[in-house]
């Protein structure tokens, strides 16, 4: 990839109905790999709490960590869009949203992505309004795992449903320039990406979100599922590949065509 990607590159899918793939990476050479495959976006993720600490949640990741895999991730990348994850309780105060925000658009990143809903609303319009953007992450929010009691689909109920939506849309009034949709159902992403004007992200949220994401170890089976069941939007691309830089861009050529996430993959 030569041309780097920006949000305007995403707002250009979305008014023409295309897709963009998206991956998690925390290194140089995987995110290299990406870039040469056709992925747009490349989000260092605080997942890398479970799949490169071995934590089993995302809480444990600091700061200094994030920057760490990000700083990494920015050597290898040769275009594609840099997200970076707010680790957990980093934006617990708008001042520290905002603080810890700068550190990470100066160690590389492009945008950054906050979870939760009408809570960061203001913590997204401050953002925003100084020139960060900010990717708002709605249904399954991992840092809250602790309240949500496991990782269970969400936006199910009629309530939980309109509440996500509701959420959705005001985030897109303050500022946020893309909604990322975990774990919630095909139908309401649905709904979700067809009420906004900005892009959307899914992740086990079904077909017509405009990008899709998933974790890089999931996608070429590095990571392993045996004491628990395996994510029903999980999908190994090296079954099907002679190697991870096929397996990216089987990742991104079935995004692409729609192809995946298929009805097997979705709620």
């Not at 600091?62 to 869009?81: A, F, P, W």
């Not at 974790?215 to 599922?225: F, H, K, N, P, T």
């Amino acid at each position: 990839m030569i041309k780097s990607i920006t949000i305007e590159d995403f707002r250009n899918h979305k008014k023409q109905q295309t897709k963009f793939a998206c991956l998690t990476a925390y290194d140089a050479s995987l995110s290299e790999l990406m870039s040469k495959a056709g992925v747009e976006l490349i989000l260092v993720g605080d997942s890398l709490g479970m799949v490169v600490q071995g934590h089993d949640s995302t809480i444990p990741v600091s700061m200094e960590d994030l920057l760490y895999h990000l700083r990494c991730v920015k050597r290898g990348n040769l275009g594609s869009h840099i997200m970076a994850d707010m680790p957990f309780m980093s934006y617990a105060t708008e001042n520290l949203a905002y603080d810890n925000a700068m550190r990470l658009m100066q160690a590389g990143a492009n945008s950054v992505k906050v979870e939760g809903g009408e809570w960061i609303l203001k913590t997204t319009e401050l953002l925003s309004q100084r020139g960060i953007p900010v990717c708002a992450h709605l249904g399954l929010t991992p840092q809250s795992i602790n309240r949500l009691g496991g990782y269970y689909v969400q936006g199910r109920d009629l309530e939980d449903k309109n509440r996500i939506l509701s959420e959705a849309k005001q985030l897109e009034n303050a500022g946020a320039e893309i909604i990322l949709l975990e774990c919630v159902p095909a139908s309401l992403a649905e709904e979700i990406s067809s009420s906004l004007k900005i892009p959307t992200i899914g992740i086990g949220a079904g077909s017509a979100t405009d990008g899709q994401i998933m974790v890089c170890y999931d996608a070429i089976g590095a990571y392993s599922w045996d004491d628990q069941p395996q994510p029903k939007f999980v999908k190994n691309f090296m079954n099907e590949s002679n190697s991870i830089f096929e397996a990216f861009e089987k990742y991104v050529s079935e995004v692409k065509s729609s192809k995946f996430p298929s009805a097997d993959h979705s709620f």
